[in-house]
Nanobody
């Protein structure tokens, strides 16, 4: 059974940085595409950035140049480095994985990111 455990997040001032982590277990990490989504109050969940099993990256326009996704296949972990944070980045951030083989998706528990002075 795939399990995802998120860490990181919290309160940061505008212009600050945070790093989110998502630790994966229960299957073969390298065959999964991984991504970060976010959901702000009253809004739909949206893709922030994704990385394929082969390392190809797809970023939303609103985070290009500010957020970076990376995966460590040795540690079975995906990271989201968030720089130059803005108040509009405030949301619950979710880790997502999708198997290249079965297409089955799994979600992390979510972590709150609040950008405020």
């Amino acid at each position: 059974q795939v399990q995802l455990v998120q860490s990181g997040g919290g309160l940061v001032q505008p212009g600050g940085s945070l790093r989110l982590s998502c630790a994966f277990s229960g299957s073969i990490f390298r065959i999964y595409a991984m991504g970060w989504y976010r959901q702000a109050p009253g809004k739909q969940r949206e893709l922030v950035v994704g990385i394929s099993s082969g390392g190809s990256i797809n970023s939303a326009d609103f985070v290009k140049g500010r957020f970076t996704i990376s995966r460590d296949n040795a540690k079975n972990t995906v990271y989201l480095q968030m720089n130059s944070l803005k108040p509009e980045d405030t949301a619950v951030y979710y880790c997502n994985v999708r198997s290249d083989v079965s297409g089955i998706e799994y979600w992390g528990q979510g972590t709150q990111v609040t950008v405020s002075s």
